[in-house]
């Protein structure tokens, strides 16, 4: 087993953007979308098409997520204006504007699995011990951020209130790009609205983002909340055994990863953030330390497992649920 210093070292030799492959993938991605979402707009296609059309699309605005958030950690386009340009552009269509998206996912990076009620990046996670001391109030705080519904709900929760209404409430100065990005998204939302109608608004606008939203959220939540997750007080924290022991490789079939743009490969991303997505299979694949982690798949059962996790247990080292904790009356 390589040390932490030599693991690091040796995911260097898969940082390396492929220009062409980078815009090739980008771009193939926006000009699907643009297609799908343009046939959402014609009324005369049978609705399951566009049903269909709609949903294809929530999947692809995913994968132009991962793309985005790749680009935002350097690992794709590096010293491209155009890129430069258009990756604002996305970040304010698909509502993770620049300054709140840096700032969290890098808090994010740089915490992953450490024991916390503040969630800044991520979802919070506290010890039994600590939860046990918490007032009633607190406690049906930390629940709801951590409840299902608030992550299949992304949309609302992650996306419009925290990455957005929330960060310019509090630092107007900072993030003049939330509100900008929550003014485009209601304001070309109504005007689809008004002149094609509800039904073309809920295909082309509401209906895609919202499954990304939700899709993206739970991705995030179990990519660090998985049974075999390990969390650690600042003291015994370390990068790479955040990303090995704290970060699952979700499993995934061959359409779904593409679609995911990899990023199932979720630890392989923590070992080292500038490695491009199309990369990630390649530096899993040779480097042996990165094969024996915890996995989580799509499967309805290990997603509810994932869902029930809320504690972590101190005295098991394990994360457990709500039923096994003891609260006093």
Known sequence: ???????????????????????????????????????CFFTQVPFL??????????????????????????????NSKPASLLM????????????????????????????TMSGI???????KSRYLTLTKSQRRLYLINRHPLTIIFGYFTLFI????????VQSPGKHVDSLLSLLIHAGVGAVIWYFFGFGVYVLTWFLPIFIM?????????????????????????????????????????PVMRWFCANIGYHHVHHINSRIPFYRLRE??????ELKNVG?????????????????WDEDTEKMITLREVRVPS
């Open 1 to 39: 087993m390589r040390t932490e210093k030599e693991l690091l070292l040796a995911s260097k030799q898969f940082i390396g953007d492929n220009k062409a492959r980078s815009w090739f993938e980008t771009l193939i991605t926006i000009g699907l979308i643009a297609a799908l979402l343009t046939l």
């Open 49 to 78: 098409i566009r049903l269909g059309a709609s949903i294809i699309c929530g999947l692809l605005y995913v994968r132009l997520f991962v793309i985005y958030h790749d680009y935002r950690h350097r690992a794709i386009l590096l």
């Open 88 to 115: 604002k552009v996305v970040g304010l269509y698909v509502l993770a504007p620049e300054t709140i998206w840096m700032r969290s996912h890098e808090h994010h990076h740089n915490n992953n699995s450490k024991l």
């Open 121 to 127: 990046g991520s979802y919070p996670t506290i010890t």
């Open 161 to 168: 209130y925290w990455l957005n209404l929330k960060s310019f």
């Open 213 to 253: 939203s939700g899709l993206g959220s739970y991705l995030f939540y179990c990519q660090h909340n998985f049974p075999a997750a390990k969390f650690r007080e600042n003291h015994d924290w370390s990068y790479a055994n955040a990303a090995l022991s704290s970060t699952s490789y979700m499993v995934m079939n």
């Open 283 to 288: 530096a899993m694949d040779s480097m042996p």
């Open 295 to 311: 996995t989580t798949s799509w499967n309805p059962i290990e997603v509810w497992r994932c869902f029930r996790l809320k504690l």
